[in-house]
């Protein structure tokens, strides 16, 4: 993993060494996925919902299983008995078109922040597979950032920066 620290997220089942059930929202666009974790009441539906009404797809909502993929590193799915479903606090739950898997590109981590205004990018491992990571805790305006950010393709490389 190359120096990265070890995500550590809310666990619900280990599947073996290459699937992991976990706490959190998982949403996508033009086959870059995005998990996004935090504590329970940190926003992570909310931050999905505010993505879907961007423009993004809905993968996962409450519980991700994210696994070793064949063709790419790791790839994000929901449980079956919620797959489409999205739960918007203090209304209620709706059914959504969904896609079936995503590969995960980037994790939202709603625990922490950063008071950087260009951090340098951070990584956590998951499943033995490196990720970057964007702490989104208390950042004002981060849905449309990170929309920005997937319509991209992702973050620049910190050389972009040295020269």
Known sequence: MSGAEEFKPRIAERAGPDSITLHGSAVALNDRGM?????????????????????????????????RGRAVGLVMSAPGPIQGLLELRGIGLVRLPFTDQAPLTCIVDLN?????????????????????????????????ALMAMLRAGGLLDPEFFSL
């Open 35 to 67: 998990l996004i974790t935090g504590d329970p009441g940190s926003g992570k539906s909310q931050l999905a919902a505010e993505l879907l009404a961007l423009g993004a797809g809905l993968v996962a909502d409450d519980w991700v299983i994210v696994e």
């Open 112 to 144: 922490r922040e950063t008071t950087e205004r260009l951090p340098r990018p951070d990584k956590r491992g998951l499943l033995g597979i490196t990720c970057p990571v964007i702490f989104g805790k208390g950042r004002p305006g981060l849905a449309p």
